[in-house]
C-alpha cells in the first residue's frame, strides 16, 4: 500500500469566517481526534536538559508552562486571530484581565488615555480608579461626539479607549472617526467589541489596534467558564502584554480555552439566531404603552443607527429599555418573567434581563451614570435561543403586570 501525502486543507487565513471559527486553530495529536483533545496540565516535560533550556530560550518549539502558553489556549488564539482578522491574540482568565493587562501594555506613569464615559461599571473603574494609582490619568469623553476626543488628547496620550455597542445602553461610537483622531495623537486605540461580537464588527479593519473581549460572553455563550482574549499586532502580542501575562498571571485555564474553542465553532449561528429575535423584540417593547423609550442600533430611532450600519454586519443581541413606570416599574417586570432570567451576565443561550442602576453598573457614582443613561427605569435584556414567540408571550406577561 503507498500512502498519499498528507492532505492540506490550504490557508486558513483565506476561509471565510464561519470556516475559521470551526477549524481555525486545530492541532490534532496522534489520535487524529475529532475534537481537539484537552491539556489539563500545568506543566510540560522534556526529553534533554538541551530541550529545556531550548524551549526557555524560544530556540526549540513547544510549551514550557501552562502560565505561558499551553496547546488549548494557542488553538483557541489561533482561531480568535483568524476571526479577528488580527496577526495574533492572547487569552486571558477573564475580560477584565483582557482589558486590563492590554492597558498596562501600552501605559507608563506619566501617560494619559482617552476613554468613552459609557462603559461597563469594571473598565471604568480601572480607568478612573485603578490606573491613577500608577500615575496614568485620564479624561472620559461623550463617546459618539469626535470633537470630544480630539479636544481630550494631551501631549502624553498613549491610549484610546471605548466600546461599541456600549454597554448597557447600546450607545454607539464610530470607530473610524475615532482611529484617525488616535493615530493623529500617536495613541493605540482599544476598542472592548464585546456586544458586537467579532461576526458582527470587525474593529481593525475600521482602523483600531487592539480588540479585546470578554469571552465569558457570547464566545462561550452557554454560560460556562470566564475567560478573555486580546486581539492585535505580532509585535503587540509579544512585547510587553507578553511579560506581563507571563509573569503577572491572568492566565486562561486550558479547560476554559478548550470550552471557548468550541463555543466559537457555534458563535456566527447563535449570534446571528439570537440578533434576529432581538430586533424582533425591540420592535415589541417599542409599541408596548409602559416603555418610555427603547435603545436597538438596528432601529432607525438609535441616534447611533447610522453609524452602527456602516460598521456593523448585524446589531447584536441586546436591547435596553425603560420603563414609564421608574425603578419600581423596572422591578416589577423582571420580577415577572417566567422564562428570561435575571442576570447580569449577557451573550447567553438563555435570555436574560437585568437593571443595570443597581447591578452591573452600581459602582459609579448616580450623577456618573446619569451622565451615560444608565437610569432606574432603564432594563438591559440580553436575547438567548429561545422560541421567538415565547420569549414574546413573556415580555407580553411581564409588561401586563408592570404596567405596560
Ligand atoms: C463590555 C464588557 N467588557 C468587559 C467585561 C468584563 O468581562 P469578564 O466578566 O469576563 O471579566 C464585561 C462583562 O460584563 C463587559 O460587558
Redesign the pocket.
Same mark, same amino acid.
Given at each position: 500500500m503507498t500512502i498519499p501525502p498528507p492532505r492540506s486543507p490550504g490557508d486558513p487565513a483565506t476561509w471565510r469566517p464561519a470556516t475559521q471559527a470551526v477549524r481555525g486553530g486545530l492541532e490534532r495529536g496522534p489520535h487524529g481526534e475529532t475534537s481537539e483533545a484537552i491539556f489539563l496540565n500545568s506543566g510540560f516535560t522534556y526529553d534533554s536538559a538541551e530541550i529545556a533550556e531550548g524551549r526557555f530560550t524560544g530556540d526549540a518549539p513547544g510549551h514550557v508552562y501552562s502560565r505561558y502558553s499551553n496547546p488549548n489556549l494557542s488553538m483557541f488564539e489561533t482561531r480568535m486571530a483568524l476571526l479577528e482578522g488580527s496577526e495574533a491574540a492572547r487569552a486571558t482568565g477573564? =475580560?477584565? #484581565?483582557a482589558?486590563t493587562a492590554s492597558l498596562l501594555a501600552l501605559l507608563r506613569a506619566g501617560d494619559h488615555v482617552v476613554a468613552a464615559r459609557a462603559l461597563?461599571g469594571?473598565?471604568r473603574w480601572v480607568i478612573e480608579h485603578f490606573l491613577p494609582r500608577f500615575g496614568v490619568e485620564s479624561t472620559l469623553v461623550d463617546g459618539a461626539d469626535p470633537r470630544a476626543w480630539e479636544m481630550a488628547v494631551r501631549k502624553n496620550s498613549r491610549a484610546f479607549f471605548l466600546?461599541t455597542p456600549a454597554?448597557p445602553t447600546l450607545a454607539i461610537v464610530d470607530i473610524p472617526a475615532i482611529a484617525k483622531i488616535a493615530r493623529a495623537a500617536g495613541a493605540k486605540l482599544i476598542v472592548?467589541n464585546?456586544?458586537a461580537t467579532p461576526i458582527f464588527q470587525k474593529p481593525l479593519l475600521l482602523g483600531a489596534d487592539i480588540v479585546v473581549y470578554? #469571552?465569558?460572553?457570547h464566545i462561550d455563550g452557554q454560560g460556562r467558564v470566564? =475567560?478573555?482574549v486580546i486581539c492585535g499586532s505580532q509585535q503587540f502580542i509579544d512585547g510587553d502584554l507578553k511579560d506581563i501575562c507571563r509573569h503577572t498571571g491572568p492566565a486562561l485555564s486550558p479547560f476554559s480555552a478548550w470550552i471557548l474553542a468550541k463555543g466559537l465553532e457555534t458563535l456566527d449561528l447563535r449570534v446571528r439566531r439570537q440578533s434576529e429575535t432581538a430586533a424582533l423584540l425591540a420592535d415589541l417593547l417599542a409599541d408596548a404603552p409602559g416603555i418610555a423609550r427603547v435603545f436597538y442600533p438596528g432601529r432607525t430611532d438609535h441616534p447611533g443607527h447610522a453609524i452602527a450600519r456602516a460598521q456593523m454586519s448585524g446589531f447584536s443581541n441586546l436591547i435596553a429599555f425603560r420603563m414609564k413606570g421608574g425603578k419600581a416599574a423596572a422591578f416589577a417586570f423582571l420580577n415577572a418573567l417566567g422564562i428570561v432570567d435575571i442576570s447580569?451576565?449577557?451573550g447567553d443561550s438563555r435570555s436574560l434581563a437585568t437593571h443595570p442602576a443597581t447591578t452591573?453598573h452600581r459602582n459609579m457614582s448616580p450623577g456618573a451614570r446619569a451622565e451615560i443613561g444608565v437610569s432606574e427605569d432603564l432594563i438591559r435584556l440580553s436575547v438567548g435561543l429561545e422560541d421567538p414567540a415565547d420569549l414574546a408571550a413573556d415580555m407580553n406577561a411581564a409588561l401586563g403586570v408592570a404596567g405596560g
Open positions: 477573564s =475580560g477584565m #484581565a482589558v461597563f469594571s473598565c466600546e454597554n472592548d464585546v456586544f470578554s #469571552a465569558t460572553k470566564l =475567560g478573555g447580569n451576565n449577557l452591573t
